[in-house]
């Protein structure tokens, strides 16, 4: 649980990074979450183009399932 002196450094301002540092800073009012990247947008991250984002192509069936719910979400 965060306390009131809590602190988040999140590396990486793609979908997932931005996403955690939203989540943290949203349920984590008091927290200090701060969000680096190169820049943005970094043509070199994993969620540049639309292929990289959410892919439903893994080794393990559980987490393609997954990835497939995600899509449709």
Same mark, same amino acid.
Do not use: C
């Given at each position: =649980?965060?306390?009131?002196?809590?602190? %988040?450094?999140?590396?990486?301002?793609? +979908? &997932?990074?931005?996403?955690?540092?939203?989540?943290?800073? *949203?349920? %984590? !009012?008091?927290?200090?979450? +701060?969000?680096?990247? @190169?820049? +943005? !947008? &970094? @043509?070199?991250s994993a969620s540049w183009?639309?292929?990289?984002?959410? @892919?439903?192509? %893994?080794?393990?069936?559980? %987490? =393609? *399932?997954l990835a497939l719910e995600?899509?449709? &979400?």
């Amino acid at each position: =649980m965060a306390t009131l002196n809590s602190s %988040y450094i999140v590396v990486g301002s793609g +979908v &997932f990074g931005a996403s955690t540092a939203l989540t943290l800073a *949203q349920n %984590y !009012p008091s927290a200090s979450v +701060v969000l680096v990247d @190169r820049t +943005v !947008p &970094f @043509r070199e991250s994993a969620s540049w183009d639309w292929t990289k984002v959410i @892919r439903a192509h %893994y080794a393990d069936i559980v %987490y =393609m *399932q997954l990835a497939l719910e995600a899509k449709n &979400f």
